[in-house]
Structure formats: structure tokens, C-alpha cells
């Protein structure tokens, strides 16, 4: 959870570097509450951890509107990004799942979220570190971009509500599976972001076995230097904004 957060905030000021915006509060708010993340001992209440998780992340989603206005991000509303982003995270989920098969975790044994029978509780786990690397950072220069405004990428459901058309969820996958196939420099050595999740899996499966010390999520400093070289960093504040 702390690893999440840890990338939101280095998302954060990545954008506001770029935006020259001012995310300063925020990002202080974030790693304080990031800090207490690190210093809870493993008999803490599980809503405390996911209460902190939800309050970062209400920070973030607050910054990004400063950056592209949308409405605030609830899992259950189903505005155009979020429809996109949600589409986003269900790639990532099956990728960690097949990346846990192939190590031999498996992906029903909960660490933070509970166990509950047909509920891949280590996968929901293990996606938040890849949240922001993979698929906030890939999906969030679509609308930027104004990649995702045409009508057809979305269907109506009701107002303010939509869902992927077919040519909106080409888009999605395309823009993932190339962050997917993108080169990082990630423990000691060059990989694609794909390598790296199977590479996170083993690593933590031997952490497990008792064969490594300790286990670090990945990080988004690693894919920062991909995206400002394919000027994902480099754009133009929207005027709207």
C-alpha cells in the first residue's frame, strides 16, 4: 500500500514539474500519511491500512483534476476516464495473475485484502504497485492528448455514465500492451515492463522461501525516462484547465 502511494507522489510531482502546477500540500499530506504507512506493525487494522490507502488516493485523483478536469474517481462510477481507467487496471489484473501462476504463487492467498473464496486476494495485493507505472501514466496522456475524445470510443449507459465502445477499448489495449513491451532499467538490469512484473513475482516468491532478504515494489521512477522520451511528459496544458 505504502508502495502505491509512493507512486502517486512521485507521479505527482512529475506533473507538476511539467504543469508547473502546485501539488505542494498535497504531496505533503500524501507522505506524511505514507510515513505512518511504514511505521504500522502487522497487527494494525486492516481498515486503518485501506482507510490511508483511500485518503492518498483522493489526494491524487484531487491533483489530477487540477491537470485534466474530470470528476473524482469512486470505483463504481463510470465517467469516460474512469471507464478507461477500470478497462486499464483489468488488463494489469490478469497480467499479475498469470505472472503469479507461472512462479507458483497463488493468486487466492491474501496478504491485505482478505481472503474470501473466488477472489484473487494476492493479485488485487500485488496490482497496486503497477498501478501508477503502467496504467495511470499510460492512460492518463490518452485524454490529454484528446486521443479519447471522439464519440465513438465510449457508449452511453445513462448521463454521465459510459462504457468503452469496441474501437475505445483498441485503444486501451494497444496504449497498455506498449507499455508492456517498453524497455526499463529495473534491479541491475534492462527489461520490458512485462519481464519486470513476472521478475516481481519471483522475486517475492522468494522472499517467501525465506532466499531474499526483502522485497521492493517497482517503482515509477523506472518508466519516467520512457515516457519523457516518447514526450508523454511534454505536452501542452490544456486550455480547458
Given at each position: 500500500?505504502a508502495?502505491?502511494g ?13 504543469y508547473?502546477?502546485?501539488f505542494t ?11 505512518s504507512l ?30 485534466h478536469?474530470?470528476?473524482g474517481?469512486?470505483p ?5 476516464f ?20 507461472y512462479v ?8 491485505y485484502?482478505t ?7 494476492l493479485?488485487l ?13 499510460t ?21 454521465g ?11 486501451i489495449?494497444e496504449?497498455?500492451y ?21 521478475h ?19 517503482r515509477?521512477d ?5 515516457l ?6 511534454s ?5 480547458a484547465?
Amino acid at each position: 500500500m505504502a508502495a502505491k502511494g509512493t507512486n502517486q507522489v512521485a507521479h505527482l510531482r512529475q506533473l507538476a514539474r511539467q504543469y508547473r502546477a502546485s501539488f505542494t500540500r498535497e504531496i505533503v499530506q500524501c507522505e506524511t500519511m505514507i510515513d505512518s504507512l511504514n511505521l504500522l506493525d502487522g497487527d494494525i487494522q486492516r481498515g486503518k491500512l485501506f482507510g490511508s490507502e483511500g485518503y492518498i488516493a483522493d489526494k491524487y485523483f484531487s491533483c489530477l483534476r487540477k491537470v485534466h478536469v474530470f470528476p473524482g474517481r469512486k470505483p463504481r462510477e463510470r465517467d469516460k476516464f474512469k471507464s478507461a481507467l477500470n478497462y486499464g487496471y483489468g488488463i494489469l489484473y490478469n497480467e499479475v495473475e498469470r505472472a503469479c501462476l507461472y512462479v507458483g504463487l497463488d493468486p487466492y492467498m491474501g496478504l491485505y485484502h482478505t481472503e474470501r473464496y473466488g477472489k484473487p486476494s494476492l493479485v488485487l495485493d500485488l496490482v497496486e504497485e503497477f498501478r501508477v507505472p503502467i496504467i495511470d501514466s499510460t492512460i492518463f496522456p490518452l485524454f490529454l492528448n484528446k486521443q479519447m475524445e471522439k464519440a465513438e470510443n465510449f457508449e452511453p449507459i445513462q448521463p454521465g455514465v459510459y462504457r468503452l465502445s469496441n474501437d475505445g477499448k483498441r485503444k486501451i489495449v494497444e496504449a497498455v500492451y506498449k507499455r508492456f513491451n517498453e524497455q526499463v532499467f529495473w534491479d541491475g538490469k534492462r527489461r520490458e515492463v512485462k519481464a519486470v512484473i513476472r521478475h516481481q513475482m519471483q522475486c517475492l516468491a522468494q522472499y517467501f522461501l525465506g532466499k531474499r532478504s526483502g522485497y521492493e515494489p517497482f517503482r515509477f521512477d523506472a518508466v519516467k525516462k520512457s515516457l519523457a522520451q516518447e514526450g508523454q511528459l511534454s505536452l501542452t496544458l490544456p486550455s480547458a484547465c
